[in-house]
C-alpha cells in the first residue's frame, strides 16, 4: 500500500539573498508610493483653489454696489434737488426691499415723507419720482427716486435741501446679486461696507410709492 502525500505549492515573495537589498526595494517601493499619494493630495488641493478662485471671479465679475446721491442741480437754469440710488458696482442689483425714514418714521412715499420733513401741502406742485423696489439696476445705472424743483415750492425746496444732509433721513435698501448674494444698506451714510444678508426680508412699512401695496 502507498500513500500519495499531496504537496502544496507555497508562493514567496522573491529575494535576493541579500536582506539590506530587499529592505532598500521595500524602502524604495514605500517611498514612491507615500510621494504620489502627496502628489495626489497636492493636486487635489489645487484644483480646489482654483476652483474658489475662479468662484470670486465669477462673484467679482456681477458684483453690485448701491450708494445714494443727493444734492443740488440746475435744471434748464432752475434748481432741483435730486434724490437718487447709484449702482455702482459692476454687476445688476436686484433691489429687493426699501425703507425711506425720517426721525425713525418710516413713509411710504416720497409726498408722506415731504409732508413730514418739510411742510409739502395740497398747493405745491406733485414731484417727480421712481419706483425704487422691484427694479433691476445695471452696472453704472441711476434711479432717482424723487425730484422736486424750487418752482413747485420754495419753502418746501429749502426745508428738503436741509433735510437730505440730516441724520433724521435714513435710506435702506436691500439688493442682490444675479447669484443671490445680498446686502441690506444704509445708503445715506455712504458706507462701503454693506451688511451680509442672506436673504431681503419687507419691512412693514416698504417705500414703494403705494403701488406695491395698501397704505398702512
Request: glycine share 6%; hydrophobic share 40%; proline share 5%.
Amino acid at each position: 500500500m502507498s500513500l500519495d502525500v499531496e504537496s502544496h505549492a507555497h508562493a514567496h515573495a522573491h529575494k535576493t539573498g541579500h536582506s539590506w537589498v530587499d529592505m532598500t526595494v521595500a524602502f524604495c517601493a514605500l517611498f514612491v508610493s507615500v510621494v504620489s499619494l502627496g502628489v495626489a493630495i497636492l493636486h487635489g488641493r489645487t484644483m480646489e483653489q482654483m476652483a474658489e478662485a475662479n468662484a470670486r471671479l465669477v462673484s467679482a465679475n456681477s458684483w453690485p454696489f448701491l450708494a445714494g446721491s443727493v444734492g443740488t442741480e440746475t435744471d434748464s437754469g432752475e434748481p432741483k434737488i435730486h434724490m437718487r440710488v447709484d449702482n455702482t458696482g459692476v454687476g445688476p442689483a436686484k433691489i429687493e426691499s426699501a425703507e425711506l425714514i425720517w426721525k425713525g418714521v418710516p413713509y411710504r412715499t416720497d409726498e408722506d415723507f415731504l409732508k413730514a420733513c418739510c411742510g409739502f401741502g395740497p398747493a405745491s406742485a406733485r414731484p417727480d419720482s421712481d419706483l425704487l423696489m422691484n427694479e433691476v439696476l445695471r452696472g453704472g445705472q441711476k434711479d432717482a427716486f424723487l425730484e422736486f424743483k424750487r418752482s413747485y415750492d420754495p419753502a418746501v425746496f429749502d426745508r428738503l435741501q436741509r433735510a437730505m444732509l440730516s441724520r433724521d433721513f435714513q435710506l435702506i435698501v436691500c439688493y442682490c446679486s444675479i447669484f443671490d448674494e445680498c446686502w441690506k444698506s444704509d445708503l445715506t451714510t455712504f458706507s462701503l461696507t454693506p451688511a451680509r444678508v442672506k436673504s431681503c426680508a419687507p419691512p412693514k412699512v416698504p417705500f414703494d410709492q403705494n403701488l406695491l401695496g395698501g397704505r398702512t
